[in-house]
């Protein structure tokens, strides 16, 4: 069983994130409160033993690939390749929150987080000081999924989080409820128009204005 910390996400102990950083860094399997859920994560570098265990732990297909949390805006620009305009708004709309954009991966990101039938990535930015503190302090994204059994509830707080992950995991830290309490929306950035994968916390509609689209009937 992995050791658990009690954190404010907004203002977080300098020391609980620097504990985080040195987990994650030496491949370690993290349990993070988000705005939205809470994850399992692991540092985005290659070969990374994390990235496999998470796959075990949640029971989760292979054939799926994990989404990248980043800690800055500019992070879009670094590991999405050939996005829209319309994406950049987006992002400058609603990062940091709970949004994920589907995108083309760029060059630099290692195959093993690329889907590989269309090339593409999931990347967000969540609202949680936490989590941002932790990726820039590692220098890579947290590649990240909901802390659940594969087909399970998300878990909108560390208490909701199986025991099966917990006892799987290198560091697990309770930020208490997720503000959110509700998935992230995904959008799939990769065609000329938005497409809607998932509807979670932000609405379709406010998106596709965003965006500039009209929402179809």
């Not at 800055?72 to 992002?91: E, I």
């Not at 998935?183 to 406010?206: F, H």
Request: aromatic fraction near 6%; proline fraction near 7%; charge should be negative.
């Amino acid at each position: 069983m992995g050791i658990c910390v009690s954190v404010n996400q907004n203002h977080p102990a300098s020391a609980i994130v620097t504990q985080a950083v040195e987990v994650a860094r030496a491949g370690g399997v993290l349990i993070v409160p988000t705005d939205s859920v809470y994850g399992i994560g692991a540092a985005a570098f290659s070969n990374n033993p994390g990235h496999e265990r998470i796959f075990t732990i949640k029971h989760r297909d292979r054939t799926q690939t994990l989404p990248w949390l980043v800690g800055k805006k500019s992070d879009f620009d670094r590991y999405a390749k050939d996005a829209p305009a319309w994406a950049y708004r987006l992002v400058q709309a609603y990062w940091p929150g709970a949004l994920t954009l589907v995108v083309k991966a760029a060059d630099t990101v290692p195959d093993e987080y690329v889907l590989p039938q269309n090339h593409t990535i999931a990347l967000r930015m969540p609202a949680s000081k936490l989590v941002c503190e932790i990726i820039n302090g590692l220098g890579v994204p947290l590649a990240t999924t909901s802390a659940n059994i594969h087909g399970k509830p998300s878990a909108v707080s560390e208490k909701d989080v199986e025991q099966e992950l917990i006892d799987c995991s290198d560091l697990i830290l309770d930020g208490g409820p997720a503000p959110l309490a509700v998935a992230s929306t995904i959008v799939d950035c990769t065609s000329k128009a938005p497409r809607i994968l998932r509807e979670g916390a932000i609405p379709t509609e406010a998106l596709l204005a965003t965006a500039g689209f009209e929402a179809r009937e």
